[in-house]
């Protein structure tokens, strides 16, 4: 099984935005819902996004939620995630992550593995 790749991440100012865009191959990808996951320096990994296979139904941590939006693309193998009026507490290592059953839609966090390399965020204060 091929690991998703994750793009995007960088230095930006607070108040700033970016785009992290997931990439996953395989036929199978729109079959499985997908999230984005984070882990700052000395913190452990913790939920930021999920989105249903057919994205239907989307779930944010309570820290992101009005700021960050998760979106995907089945046609691309694509899944991103927006990322407006950024923190400083926003600063670290993003993960994009699949759910490890097909059409399943329960979201929930420990249900998601085959991480990719991640992609660094780094918000200025």
């Known amino acids: 099984q091929v690991q998703p790749v994750e793009s995007g991440g960088g230095l930006v100012q607070a108040g700033g935005s970016l785009r992290l865009s997931c990439a996953a191959s395989g036929r199978t990808f729109s079959s499985y819902a997908m999230a984005w996951f984070r882990q700052a320096p000395g913190k452990e990994r913790e939920f930021v996004a999920a989105v249903t296979w057919n994205a239907g139904r989307k779930s944010y941590a309570d820290s992101v939620k009005g700021r960050f939006t998760i979106s995907r693309d089945n046609v691309k193998n694509t899944v991103y995630l927006q990322m407006n009026s950024l923190e400083p507490e926003d600063t670290a290592v993003y993960y994009c992550?699949?759910?490890?059953?097909?059409?399943?839609?329960?979201?929930?966090?420990?249900?998601?593995?085959?991480w990719g390399q991640g992609t660094q965020v780094t918000v200025s204060s």
């Open positions: 992550a699949r759910e490890s059953v097909p059409y399943r839609a329960t979201m929930t966090p420990q249900n998601f593995g085959s």
